[in-house]
């Protein structure tokens, strides 16, 4: 086994996670599939984002619409931009895609496609709570809501237990575009509530949490380096 020099390798204690809380309201970004003019998967997170809201949280809703594909333009174009912004001011997310084709929507992918893993010094997901969620046309599946997590651990966020897959959506919305009382709808109120637990749980301690032992390595060689040749 090889030495593991003292100031890299971290031995966990209760006296390295934050002492007090942050008391304003969580902030949540919440994300959709598709560009239909009545696009279920935007129902389902507006839905989402009144919930949240009820239970104290602060969101923002990204709507896709203009934003365009990945490499196709650079960072400086507005939507891109905007969309940057808002993974940086989040502290949890909801995603939300349709299934298409037997996996998530080219819409949804784009919007994290277009999110780099590190900024700078700075990663714009890593840390954050997320919940997966997905409707589909026919029968329940699960297939988008699984590709979504990978794409989250992938993102480095911390991905909730609970999800929702919503079948026949075009059968759970009302003529007013609100969710009717249901099973799928109890579902979505589940996630919501695990997504506020969990946001709280680690907002606060989310930089200590995605620490990692082989990046501490990494950085100190690199360093190392530098010293050396100068």
């Given at each position: 086994?090889?030495?593991?020099?003292?100031?890299?390798?971290?031995?966990?204690?209760?006296?390295?996670?934050?002492?007090?809380?942050?008391?304003?309201?969580?902030?949540?970004?919440?994300?959709?599939?598709?560009?239909?003019?009545?696009?279920?998967?935007?129902?389902?997170?507006?839905?989402?984002?009144?919930?949240?809201?009820?239970?104290?949280?602060?969101?923002?809703?990204?709507?896709?619409?203009?934003?365009?594909?990945?490499?196709?333009?650079?960072?400086?174009?507005?939507?891109?931009?905007?969309?940057?912004?808002?993974?940086?001011?989040?502290?949890?997310?909801?995603?939300?895609?349709?299934?298409?084709?037997?996996?998530?929507?080219?819409?949804?992918?784009?919007?994290?496609?277009?999110?780099p893993l590190?900024?700078?010094?700075?990663?714009?997901?890593?840390?954050?709570?997320?919940?997966?969620?997905?409707?589909?046309?026919?029968?329940?599946?699960?297939?988008?809501?699984?590709?979504?997590?990978?794409?989250?651990r992938w993102?480095?966020?911390?991905?909730?237990?609970?999800?929702?897959?919503?079948?026949?959506?075009?059968l759970e919305?009302?003529?007013?575009?609100?969710?009717?009382?249901?099973?799928?709808?109890?579902?979505?109120?589940?996630?919501?509530?695990?997504?506020?637990?969990?946001?709280?749980?680690?907002?606060?301690?989310?930089?200590?949490?995605?620490?990692?032992?082989?990046?501490?390595?990494?950085?100190?060689?690199?360093?190392?380096?530098?010293?050396?040749?100068?």
């Amino acid at each position: 086994m090889p030495n593991l020099e003292q100031d890299q390798f971290k031995q966990t204690t209760a006296e390295d996670f934050a002492k007090t809380s942050s008391t304003h309201k969580p902030k949540i970004l919440l994300l959709y599939g598709s560009l239909r003019e009545r696009s279920f998967s935007r129902l389902v997170v507006e839905e989402s984002a009144r919930l949240l809201e009820a239970m104290g949280a602060e969101t923002k809703i990204f709507n896709p619409s203009g934003l365009p594909l990945p490499d196709d333009e650079d960072a400086s174009h507005p939507k891109v931009a905007e969309l940057r912004e808002l993974m940086m001011w989040s502290e949890g997310q909801v995603w939300c895609s349709p299934e298409r084709h037997g996996s998530m929507t080219g819409i949804m992918k784009s919007q994290i496609d277009w999110v780099p893993l590190s900024v700078g010094a700075v990663r714009p997901t890593q840390g954050k709570t997320l919940a997966v969620m997905q409707v589909c046309g026919g029968s329940q599946s699960f297939n988008a809501v699984n590709q979504l997590r990978v794409l989250g651990r992938w993102m480095r966020m911390v991905t909730i237990p609970n999800q929702s897959s919503v079948a026949k959506a075009f059968l759970e919305f009302d003529d007013n575009n609100r969710m009717k009382p249901s099973s799928y709808y109890n579902r979505i109120v589940d996630v919501c509530e695990e997504l506020m637990r969990f946001t709280l749980l680690t907002r606060d301690n989310a930089d200590y949490l995605v620490d990692r032992y082989s990046e501490r390595v990494e950085s100190a060689e690199e360093l190392s380096k530098r010293v050396n040749q100068k």
